[in-house]
């Protein structure tokens, strides 16, 4: 069975860092693409990062860029968001996702299972 | 980023009423439109795939079709348990884009 179990959210003063983890198992995230989505309160989906399958390519929202980082570690099938200078309007849960297809190359397309989120609030 | 506009934001329909919900992409992307569930304080769940296609062990009463820029999503009879908050989202052009959501209740 696929399970995403996503961790490390929590409280944060404007300018500080976290880092979340999301441990998938029932799979292994060296054959799919993944994704992180977030959700500010009461508010729609926004896509955050992904990773490509093969990890050759990570992708980032333009309101990310230069200050979140994707990354994985296959021996322990865990995928991470090292989120740095934090912003009020970062605030939001954190939910990781697996691609549908096990195709290698390019961006996320498809999410079939998402985890069930961590919140991340940033707040002096 | 390619917008993806939804509607309605919102409805209400009693139980056994057909639901269709509109998505309208500001661009082209053929068939690469998702649609996905949301029931309050869980995370999304993926019902209809490529436009059409149905996610296994998604009920046949949710289905989807379109093409291009215009895309519908039908629940043919209503269920309790189909109050969510539906959203589509687009995968032809990156980065991925989803709508802002109908939010579905019973009357």
């Known amino acids: 069975e696929v399970q995403l179990v996503e961790s490390g959210g929590g409280l944060v003063q404007p300018g500080g860092s976290l880092r979340l983890s999301c441990a998938a198992s029932?799979?292994?995230?060296?054959?799919?693409?993944m994704t992180w989505v977030r959700q500010a309160p009461g508010k729609g989906l926004e896509w955050v990062s992904g990773?490509?399958?093969?990890?050759?390519?990570?992708y980032y929202a333009e309101s990310v860029k230069g200050r979140f980082s994707i990354s994985r570690d296959i021996s322990d099938n865990t995928l991470f968001l090292e989120m740095n200078t934090l912003r009020a309007e970062d605030t939001a849960i954190y939910y990781c996702?697996?691609?549908?297809?096990?195709?290698?190359?390019?961006?996320?397309?498809?999410?079939?299972?998402w985890g069930q989120g961590t919140l991340v609030t940033v707040s002096s | 980023d390619i917008q993806m506009t939804q509607s309605p934001s919102s409805l209400s329909a009693s139980v056994g009423d057909g639901v269709t919900i509109t998505c309208q992409a500001s661009?082209?992307?053929?068939?690469?439109l998702n649609w996905y569930q949301q029931k309050p304080g869980k995370a999304p769940k993926l019902l209809i795939y490529?436009?059409?296609n149905l996610e296994t062990g998604v009920p046949a009463r949710f289905s989807g079709r379109g093409s291009g820029t215009r895309f519908t999503f039908t629940i043919s009879s209503l269920q309790s348990e189909d109050i969510a908050t539906y959203y589509c989202?687009?995968?032809?052009?990156?980065?991925?884009?989803f709508g802002g959501g109908t939010k579905v209740e019973i009357k």
């Open positions: 996702a697996k691609d549908r297809d096990d195709i290698l190359t390019g961006p996320p397309q498809t999410l079939d299972y």
């Open positions: 029932g799979f292994s995230i060296s054959n799919y693409a």
């Open positions: 990773i490509s399958g093969s990890a050759d390519d990570t």
């Open positions: 661009q082209d992307i053929s068939k690469f």
């Open positions: 490529d436009a059409s």
């Open positions: 989202q687009q995968y032809d052009h990156f980065p991925m884009t």
